[in-house]
Every structure is written in C-alpha cells, then in structure tokens.
C-alpha cells in the first residue's frame, strides 16, 4: 500500500495508465482501424447513450448511463486522490506552515490535512454548484428530484463529478481503516460518516438518483471549505481573523448542512409520491427502483448524516461560546482534533 502514502509510487501508477493510454491511440491505428483503447475507461467516462427516440442524447448533448466500467474509473481516480493528497500535504502545504513557524510534526501534519480539505471542497463545492445551475433542481427545487424519475441519463459533467466523489470518499475511507492519520478523538463518528457516505453515493448512482446527490454534496462540501479555512487560520495563530472565520464558518454550517439538510429530508419525505406511477416498482431493467419501501433507505442515512451533523455542530458551539467568554479561540473550527494537537495549543 507504499502507494497511499509516497506520491512518487501513485504518480508511476497514474503516469504507466497514461503512457499506455497515449500508445493505444497512438500507434494502433497503424495495426488496425477501430479498436477500442482498452485504457480509456480508467481515465474517461464510459457507458455514452446511443441518441435515438426515447432518449435525450444528442449529437450536440451527448449523456451517459451507469455500468460496471465506471468502477475501474473509480479505482483510477481513488489512487489519483492518493497522489494529489499527499503531494498538496507534504510539497506545499507543510513548507507553507514552516514559513509560519510551525515546527511540532503533529501540527505539521494537521496543517497538511487542511490544506488539502481546503483546496478540494474548494474545488467540488465550486464544481457541485455549477453543475446543480445546469439542472431544473437549480438551487433546490426539490419537487425536480422526483420528477420525471429515473433521471438515468447524466451529463457528462455530472457522471463525471460523481464517480470523481466517490472515488475520494473511497481513498479517504482506506485512509481511516488504514489509520495512515493520526486518530482523533472523534474517530467513530468519522468512520460512521465515511460509511454512510459512501451509503448515499453508492445507492444514489445505483437507483439514479444522481440529482438529490448533487445537492447533498453540495450541501456538505461548501461549509466543508469554511472549516478548512478556519482551522488553518488557528494553526498560524492569525487570532482576529481565525475568530471571524469561525464564526462565517457557524453561518455557513448552519445553513447548508442543517436547514438545506432539513430541506432535503422534508422532500424525500413529502415528495417522493411526484415521481410518476410507472416508477414505483423494482425494475432494475428498466432503471426504476422505487417501491414503497425505498423512500426510508433514502431518508434513513440523510437523517443519519443530520445527526452527525448536529453532533459536530454543538461542539462548534461550546467552542464560540468559550470564545466569547476568553476572547480567544483554541480549538477553531469542530472536535476533529486531537488530544495532543489541544494540549500543544494550551501549553503554546
């Protein structure tokens, strides 16, 4: 598993996919017309619809479907997420914190950590929202998660930010097992949101219900980015801007993963009936899973997410509490910090 750490091991992994990708289309030509390049599902998405009635494929809109060559796609894109996050922790992102004067291995790490979270959530809640203002459920119109069901065919922009998600849910999964991280002291609330997750991913793209995933993930990934930000501001002691973040950071939790949270859950539970008649049966044939029962596997891990949700946000409250009390604030950002990391803060 050397390649989950050492970004010189995943990058050979990736750079040898590509280099036979590159001669494939390079060279078999030459040999014969026509072959498919068997390497371009580990970099490229597969599965296109055929345009055609009864389809919305076009020449002009191509969309695409689910199947079995999107998990090599996955498996790519999982070592993809090792290489980019440990070449963000250890080549930027800890010489950056030495220029601060961090110099304690444990803080150089978390900061590292942070980092990374930071330019990622960046970089997918930014992308969610674009793909979300492509969709009728443009800023959660939630009636359209329902509506016209099975939404089977996806954008190429959608089928690709989704299995590009599911693949760093499945690297950052292996990296908790794996305990490649320091453990934290919410450490089974962490593998608990892992899994669910991953739950909601894979079910989600399984019974096309790409939709009202974009719009967890981008419920989940934008306050995601505000709490990266506050935490890297503690690490660097910036005091008056780590204590306005954090508190951009509780409006920004609040609403996204708390009322639009709530938003969500209160259309699964109140819409689920829009979807049409001729979708609420299990045939998997024809791309319809909606039998009575389904509403409460949706419902179900979305509450549980709710949940852990709340959990972190009381202890961002303690924290902006205590704040207000000392006027300074040592534990920026959720309890997703160790023992020692605190002890380091007091004793500093």
Known sequence: MRWIVVPSSSLKMLLIVLVLWANWELFTPFIHTGLPNPFAPLLFISHPVTPGPGTLATADAPRYAKGYLDLVFITYYVVFWSFFRQAITLYVCQPVARWFGIRKEAKLARFGEQGYALVYFAIMGAWGIRIMSQL???WYRTEYFWIDYPHWEMTPELKRYYLVQAAYWCQQLIVLLLNLEKPRKDYYELVAHHFVTLWLVGWSYLINLTLIGNAVYVSMDVPDTFLAFSKILNYI??????????????????????????????????????????????????????????????????????????????????????????????????DRSDEEEYEDEKEE
């Open 136 to 138: 009728p459920t443009w």
């Open 237 to 334: 002691q910036w005091s008056r801007a780590k204590i306005a973040a954090f508190f951009v950071l509780i409006g920004f939790w609040t609403y996204f993963r708390h009322w639009l949270n709530i938003v969500i859950l209160h259309s699964v539970w109140t819409e689920f009936d829009l979807m049409p008649e001729t979708s609420k049966r299990w045939a998997p044939e024809d791309g319809v899973w909606m039998v009575w029962w389904m509403k409460y596997q949706i419902f179900v891990p979305i509450l549980l997410l709710q949940f852990l949700n709340l959990f972190w946000y009381a202890l961002m409250l303690r924290i902006g509490l205590r704040a207000l009390r000392v006027e300074e604030l040592s534990e920026i950002g959720d």
